[in-house]
């Protein structure tokens, strides 16, 4: 940037009475001298006026100091002719105030000392100096008020100050002419603007946007898809399908999202590309020579670029709200195409299985070793009932007592009545001591056989242990065995409950779209590419403009 000067004073016409005074006086004394030496003879003369010495210094009423616009050497009247010739041309021209300013200050930068701003136009050109030239605006330097010494004289020489700009006011037909002379300039670079905008718009968008079309129009190789949607669902036990809270989320979607989610990225795997690849050949489908070559899957290629055509031409997408996946593969050929979505399938299916496949072996496992312990628990104490009825001899100890109360009951019914004979008899004034001492004698049987039987049933003898512990001990082992056989019906129970859950674990996939071949290529899309990739290449483009353009302004303040 540069800084306008600031100037103090200017004198800003141009002055040059003093030199036309001096002209004149010179003219009128030879005009005097030639007709002094023309007059006759016999004219009387008369007294002449006093010539004024030319010879000497001139005082023009500056002293001793030069004149401000005065030339480093002295002009002729003829070079002073071909100098007003040269700005009235210069003037002809029309040039701005701008320009004459501009023309000012590149001539004080070289040292010039002009008397107008139309005279710097001048002496720059006779120097052979374009003060419009942009080189010369960019390194324009106006140099201070301080004495240059000039080369060819010898003598110093002070550089004017920067004047104002000049007060020509220009003619209508010139500002017309100006105003014109500026409309084409304006119009010129606009359309010199304009071709060169267009030009990089041809280079760097339309033409790689017609490279693009070209591919995909002739170049590229028809890609043919088969769609396919399924979904996987939870078997419904009847348990939870007849409670609320506990069927509530069974069935949906959110029961199913864990497995869904892991089936699809087991399908998007590398694992699954290679069964793929040994069960139907997909490499070596997509290493074909028909296949244009920006498709093309080298015969050498890695396992890791065949993955990334396997993760292009196979998509797969799950959708949470409704728990269908979809998914979409792409081969040069439609049977090829449906031959690869069947066998993903397949492999979704099996991997499905093995989801829940532990996890139902874990419960039914666990459920049958219980089951088995239970029943081994049981056989155990029936072998123990049966080993005590054998030792004890004894059947049922309940039916024993019963037996032993009910004789004893009868043989107390007999004692009773013994007793009330005897005393009957004894009653008597003159008792029959014969039958008196058979019924005290069928009395002290009767409570003997009464007490041994009592003895039966509550003491242990040498023969064999009383009826009470042999009925406590029966007791004992069929209240054992009663408590081993509900425990196998509650393991039962809890298997045939496992069995259920382990059946309502399993894991379903529901085909709702099945794969078909198509009959027409999915791909390429070749208008919707080409639009693509023209608003590609157009976006970079402005990008880039916007960024230089930020860039130049910033350097260029």
Not at 50 to 67: A, I, N, R, T, W
Not at 121 to 131: C, E, S, W, Y
Not at 159 to 188: C, F, G, N, Y
Not at 311 to 331: F, H, L, N, Q
């Amino acid at each position: 940037m540069t800084t306008k000067p600031k100037a103090k004073k200017f004198r800003i016409r141009r002055s040059a009475s003093l030199a036309g005074d001096l002209r004149r006086v010179a003219s009128n004394q030879a005009a005097a001298s030639d007709a002094q030496s023309t007059a006759p003879a016999a004219q009387p003369t008369q007294p002449a006026a006093p010539k004024p010495d030319l010879s000497g210094p001139v005082d023009d009423g500056f002293g001793d100091k030069p004149y401000p616009t005065a030339a480093a050497q002295e002009l002729t009247p003829g070079d002073e002719v071909s100098i007003e010739n040269e700005l009235a041309a210069i003037r002809k021209e029309g040039l701005t105030g701008r320009q004459l300013r501009m023309a000012r200050r590149v001539a004080q930068k070289h040292g010039l000392a002009p008397t107008s701003d139309f005279d710097a136009v001048r002496l720059l050109r006779k120097q052979g100096i374009d003060p419009f030239q942009r080189s010369n605006m960019l390194e324009l330097v106006v140099p201070g008020p301080s004495e240059v010494q000039d080369a060819s004289l010898g003598v110093p020489k002070t550089v004017a100050k920067p004047q104002l700009p000049s007060t020509e006011v220009l003619t209508e037909d010139a500002r017309a002419r100006e105003i014109i002379r500026m409309q084409r300039d304006i119009v010129k670079r606009r359309r010199r603007k304009l071709m060169q905008l267009f030009s990089r718009l041809g280079f760097f968008v339309v033409l790689p946007t017609l490279l693009v079309g070209y591919y995909f129009y002739v170049i590229a190789t028809p890609m043919f898809a088969t769609k396919s949607e399924f979904v996987i669902q939870q078997a419904e036990s009847p348990v939870s399908a007849a409670s609320g809270l506990g069927g509530l989320f069974s069935g949906t979607s959110f029961a199913t999202s864990q497995d869904s989610i892991a089936v699809q990225g087991y399908l998007q795997s590398l694992d699954a590309m290679l069964r793929l690849d040994t069960d139907l050949g997909f490499r070596g489908h997509f290493s074909a020579p028909d296949i244009d070559a920006l498709q093309r899957l080298d015969p050498g290629a890695t396992k890791e670029q065949a993955y990334t055509i396997y993760k292009d031409r196979v998509k797969i997408s799950y959708d949470p709200t409704e728990g269908i996946i979809k998914m979409e593969v792409v081969a040069a050929d439609p049977v090829a195409s449906q031959q690869f979505s069947e066998r993903l399938i397949a492999y979704a299916e099996e991997q499905v299985d093995n989801l829940t496949q532990r996890l139902r072996e874990d419960q039914m496992q666990g459920a049958r070793d219980s089951f088995a312990e239970a029943e081994g628990n049981m056989v155990s104490a029936q072998l123990r009932v049966l080993e005590l009825q054998e030792k004890l001899g004894v059947l049922d100890p309940m039916t024993e007592s019963q037996a032993l109360m009910t004789q004893i009951t009868g043989l107390e019914t007999q004692l009773q009545e013994k007793r009330l004979q005897l005393q009957q008899l004894l009653d008597n004034v003159r008792p029959n001591q014969a039958r008196v001492e058979g019924a005290q004698g069928d009395v002290r049987r009767l409570e003997n056989l009464i007490a041994e039987l009592r003895s039966q049933l509550t003491e242990s003898t040498a023969e064999g242990q009383s009826l009470a512990r042999i009925s406590g001990e029966l007791r004992l082992a069929e209240r054992d065995l009663q408590t081993r056989e509900l425990m196998v019906a509650q393991a039962m129970q809890q298997m045939e409950t496992a069995r259920i859950e382990a059946n309502r674990q399993t894991r379903y996939l529901s085909m709702a779209v099945n794969p078909i071949a198509p009959d027409e290529a999915t791909y390429p899309r070749a208008f919707e590419n080409t639009i693509l990739a023209f608003l590609i290449f157009g976006g970079i483009y402005l990008m880039v403009s916007l960024t230089a353009s930020i860039l130049r302004e910033q350097v260029s303040g």
